[in-house]
Nanobody
Framework: QVQLVESGGGLVQPGGSLRLSCAASGSIFSINTMGWYRQAPGKERELVAGIASGGSTNYADSVKGRFTISRDNAKNTVYLQMNSLKPEDTAVYYC??????????????WGQGTQVTVSS
């Protein structure tokens, strides 16, 4: 089975920082794109940041300059460094990955979600 396991969420004051991690495990041949999404109560899930296998990145306008997405291909792990956090960043954060199996079939998987709360 292929799984994505997230960690790093928590409670932080405005202006603080957190780093989220998401590790993929299983019979993985390669991982193409990986990304972070978030969903606040009553709102739609939105893309926060994405990173391709070659390292190119994209960010939501609301987090540009504050968040950084990165990946460690050897560990099949994607990170989201979040700095200068604001109350409006409060949400459940989910990682997502497009995975190629050893069979060469592809699949998409979501992490379980991790809560990020920014409050004084």
């Amino acid at each position: 089975q292929v799984q994505l396991v997230e960690s790093g969420g928590g409670l932080v004051q405005p202006g603080g920082s957190l780093r989220l991690s998401c590790a993929a495990s299983g019979s993985i041949f390669s991982i193409n794109t990986m990304g972070w999404y978030r969903q606040a109560p009553g709102k739609e899930r939105e893309l926060v940041a994405g990173i391709a296998s070659g390292g190119s990145t994209n960010y939501a306008d609301s987090v540009k300059g504050r968040f950084t997405i990165s990946r460690d291909n050897a560990k099949n792990t994607v990170y989201l460094q979040m700095n200068s956090l604001k109350p409006e960043d409060t949400a459940v954060y989910y990682c997502n990955a497009d995975i190629q199996l050893w069979s060469r079939r592809t699949m998409n998987r979501w992490g379980q979600g991790t809560q990020v709360t920014v409050s004084s």
